[in-house]
């Protein structure tokens, strides 16, 4: 395995990992809620009265942060080495894995973990066990 140097950004994410977590901190201590996707994207599909704003704001907020970007520097290049089935078949897998996990990796991985919770803990790592796995079949031996 080789590092690509040209890419490699350890300020840039680091800036990022502590934007994340800042964000996960302010909304946790503010309004008493993790910072899940998944969730807070559910959330938003069933309605609750009084608990629809802040999850809108946070989706709004995740969609308009890369046009911001794009707004101070060029967006970066994107290459997608798998066909639309594939990517497909990856989506509703992980939409199966959150919901069988309770949550999704930014819940668990995130916040869960940074919190020392022992469920958030099992979820990551069979989230990343599982990734390995699939990566592992995909490429190794199915030849993809």
């Known amino acids: 395995m080789t590092i690509a140097w040209t890419s490699f950004t350890p ?17 946790i201590l503010f309004n ?5 996707i998944s969730g807070i994207v559910g959330g938003l599909l069933r309605p609750a009265r009084g608990d629809v704003d802040w999850r809108l704001a946070f989706v709004v907020g995740l969609l308009a ?6 707004a101070f ?4 290049a994107l290459h997608v080495a798998a066909s639309t ?12 894995g959150t919901r ?6 930014s819940g668990h991985g995130v916040c869960g973990m940074s919190r020392g919770a022992l469920r958030s ?3 990551t790592a069979t989230f990343m066990a599982a990734g390995f ?7 190794h031996l199915l030849g993809g």
């Open 11 to 27: 300020w840039l994410s680091l800036a990022g990992g502590l934007l994340i977590g800042v964000a996960a901190a302010m909304l």
């Open 100 to 105: 069988l996990g309770s949550g999704c990796t």
């Open 32 to 36: 008493g809620r993790i910072a899940g």
């Open 121 to 123: 803990v099992a979820a």
């Open 65 to 70: 942060a890369p046009l911001a970007w794009r």
């Open 85 to 96: 089935p594939v990517l497909v078949a990856a989506g509703l897998l992980v939409g199966l």
């Open 73 to 76: 520097a060029a967006a970066p």
């Open 133 to 139: 796995a699939v990566v592992f079949v995909v490429r």
